[in-house]
Every structure is written in structure tokens, then in C-alpha cells.
């Protein structure tokens, strides 16, 4: 099945929804890489999304910044606080988004925590992020299934999909109602724990795959330690519509020796993910 951003992107009346619809051969398999906003610095995330883009990602995860990413590993941690300490904030990334989506051929996913929505109020959380092109998804991953009733209804009043989460230890029940809850796609966490790079896929996800696929005909990413090439075939081969990899590209980014050295990091690295895919 081909990975799709469905209905927020074919019913917007905008350049960017044919531009940002992705392909439905059958053989493809959606790149998602994730960075941090603001680590290094915003000018920084500003190239590396270009970068991104270029080496043909289909969609672009953006973190949000946020002062307890509890479900984020150490990596990603790190970058938060980096990205925190030199002042970047909501206010600050929507510009740098404002300035840079319409250079991008592919969709931006947000993922953020919910107190920054809560703070602004839903409805106008997501006119923000609908005017400067975020017509694409949206992550929360501290919300409940049960609470996510509100979001989800501004989010689709705006144009955006509100991507739900499942993980290995989800009951099947569960993983049904939020299958059938998630807009846009179904985000596969692909292990139990925090995010973060490990050494090799948990073979479990093969099987959740299937039960996903009993439930529904959404697309399904897979997310959370996937660090490798050979990771993302993997995931390919059992079926995934997209894969997801974020710490391993936050680390080149906030660690490399320089923003320059960074940058070049990511696109050697990205361009070897994207070759791993059908």
C-alpha cells in the first residue's frame, strides 16, 4: 500500500495540495525523518529542513521544543534543552516555519507536547499552524485517546490530520479505536520506552503490522529506534507505509562539530535511508 497524507492534503484549496499529495504506487514507502526545532540553532533547523527535502523525504516530523519530553529518550532530551537554553520558543519556530515552509516540496508534520496548545487554546493553536502552511498532521503524543475529541475536531475544522499513537502493549481494542480515531495515518510505536536509536528492529512489529492491518486500510508509519539502513528495509519489507527516524538524525545535528558538519551528516545520512526503501 502507498503511503498518503489523504484527505488534509487533496481537499485544500492551495498550490500545496498537489504539491504535497504523495505518490500511491504500490511499492512506495514513506521516508519520515524527525529533528528538533532549534538544535543547533533555528538558521540551522531552517537548512536542515531544506536538506531533508531535497534528499526526498515525504514528510518532514518537526519537534517542538519543550521542557519535559518525557516520552523522548536521552538524544532528544538533550536537544529540547539545547534548543530551550538559547531562547528558541513556539513564537520563534512558527516564524523560521513561516519563512522556509514555502520553499518545501514536502509536508511538515508538528509534534508537540500539549501544554504549548493548551496555552494558546486549541482553536487558536491550529489557525497558527494552518497559516503558515502546516496543512498537513499534527503529533501530540501526551493526549489520551479519550481526550482527544476537541483536538481533533479543530485540527480537521483547520485542514490537519491529528496523527494517534500505538505501541506493542496497546490491547487490540484500543488499537481499533485509535485506528480508527487517527487521521492522516497510524504512528506505530515501534517499542516499548522512550524514543531513541537501538541496535535492531523489535521483530514484534511484523505482527503488529498484521493486526493493524485486520483493523484498518490506513497507513501505518513505524517510529522509535530506527537508526539504520537497514532498519528501514526492514520495516519495509514487513509492510510499513513510511518509517520514521529521529534520534539518530537529531544526534548529527546537536553533536556534530560544527552546523556546517552537521548539515552535510544528514544528507549523507538521509540519502542512505532513502536508498534502503523500495
Known amino acids: 500500500m502507498a503511503f498518503a497524507l489523504t484527505s488534509a492534503f487533496y481537499g485544500l484549496p492551495s498550490k500545496r495540495a498537489s504539491v504535497c499529495a504523495l505518490s500511491h504506487l ?15 540553532d533555528l538558521t540551522t533547523t531552517s537548512k536542515a529542513l531544506k536538506v531533508l527535502d531535497s534528499c526526498g523525504s515525504d514528510l518532514i516530523e518537526l519537534g517542538m521544543p519543550y521542557s519535559d519530553p518525557f516520552l523522548d529518550g536521552p538524544v532528544i532530551q538533550s536537544a ?25 516540496s514536502c509536508p511538515i508534520a508538528l509534534f508537540t507536547y ?23 498532521s499534527l503529533v501530540v503524543p501526551d493526549v489520551p485517546l479519550e481526550e482527544t475529541e476537541t483536538l481533533r475536531s479543530e485540527a480537521s475544522r483547520h485542514g490537519i490530520e491529528l496523527v494517534l499513537l500505538t505501541t506493542p502493549t496497546t490491547p487490540t481494542e484500543r488499537m481499533k479505536a485509535i485506528a480508527e480515531a487517527s487521521e492522516g495515518f497510524i504512528y506505530l ?23 493493524i492491518r485486520k483493523a484498518t486500510s490506513k497507513p501505518v508509519a513505524v517510529g522509535f529506534g530506527i537508526s539504520k539502513p537497514e532498519h528501514v528495509q526492514q520495516i519495509a519489507e514487513w509492510g510499513a507505509d513510511g518509517v520514521i527516524v529521529g534520534s539518530a538524525m537529531v544526534r548529527l545535528l546537536g553533536e556534530s562539530t560544527s552546523p556546517e558538519e552537521g548539515l552535510k551528516e544528514l544528507e549523507t545520512f538521509t540519502k542512505s535511508l532513502k536508498a534502503a526503501l523500495p
Open 189 to 211: 510505536v515501534s517499542s516499548v520506552g522512550v524514543t531513541g536509536a537501538r541496535a535492531s528492529v523489535n521483530p514484534h512489529v511484523q505482527s503488529l503490522l498484521q493486526d
Open 114 to 136: 500539549y501544554n504549548p496548545i493548551l496555552k494558546r487554546g486549541v482553536e487558536r493553536f491550529m489557525t497558527i499552524i494552518r497559516d503558515i502552511g502546516i496543512h498537513g
Open 80 to 104: 529540547c534543552m539545547r534548543a530551550l537554553a538559547k531562547g528558541t520558543n513556539f513564537d520563534s519556530v512558527i516564524s523560521m516555519l513561516r519563512e522556509v515552509v514555502p520553499e518545501l
Open 26 to 40: 504500490p511499492s512506495l514507502v514513506a521516508l519520515i525523518p524527525f529533528i528538533t526545532a532549534g538544535d543547533p
